[in-house]
Structure formats: C-alpha cells, structure tokens
C-alpha cells in the first residue's frame, strides 16, 4: 500500500514542481485534490468490495495501492486523467486476479471512479456556471 500512497504524492509533488509561479496555487489546489481523492477512491473501494466480493481488506488495499502507482506520472491536468483511467483499470484487473468476478470488480471500480468523476464533473460545472453569472454583471 505504501508503494501506491507514495506514487500519489510524487504525483502531486510533481504537480506543483512544474508548475510556473503564477499557477503555483492552480498546482497547489490540484496536487491536494489528487492526494484526497485517492484516499477517498481506496475509502470506497474498500466499502464496496469486501461488501460485494468477500475479499478482504488487504486484498483490497493491495489492488489499490497497484492501481495507484500510475498516479506518479500524473504531473499535469491531461497525464492526471489519463492516470485516473490507467489506475482504474489495473485495481479492476487486480481484483479479479484476487477472485471477484469481472461483473463485482468493475461494479466496485465504477463506484469509487464514478464517484470521483461525477464530483470532478459537478464542480467544474459550479465553477463554470459561477463564472458565467458573474461575467454577465460585469
């Protein structure tokens, strides 16, 4: 697991390394979501697949923690999706080598990521909209 967790943070370290002075906070602001949001995917993936495949919490976090080693080349906005992608099909991959069915391990990968995108997704949404109203008082 340790593997996985240090490969995020490299991730998001790299994130803020490259960034220019005047998008540090930019950087800043995407390296800490990247850290959150890969507890938060582990947090659910842990829920949901000992819940629906009777693996058990080891198991889980190793097929996490592998999934998450892509996450070290996530140092910018396109490499990031392309390693949430990478990352969610290698812990699918890996619970089903450990024995959950095709069907259970993906339904657990689609909860963790899906909830991951749609929370990305909604805010870029909020944020666009706010951006919106505000230009229309200007």
Known sequence: ??????????????????????????????AAMTIVWAGVRWALLDVVARDRTGLVHAEVRGAWAIGSLVWAVGVTPELRVLAWTVSGVLTWLVLGRLGATRRRAGLCVGIAWGAHALVVIGSWLARNAIIAILATRG
Do not use: D, H, K
């Open 1 to 30: 697991m340790w593997a996985g967790g240090f490969a995020v943070i490299i991730g998001a370290a790299g994130t803020v390394a490259l960034s220019s002075p005047g998008q540090r906070s930019v950087a800043i602001s995407a």
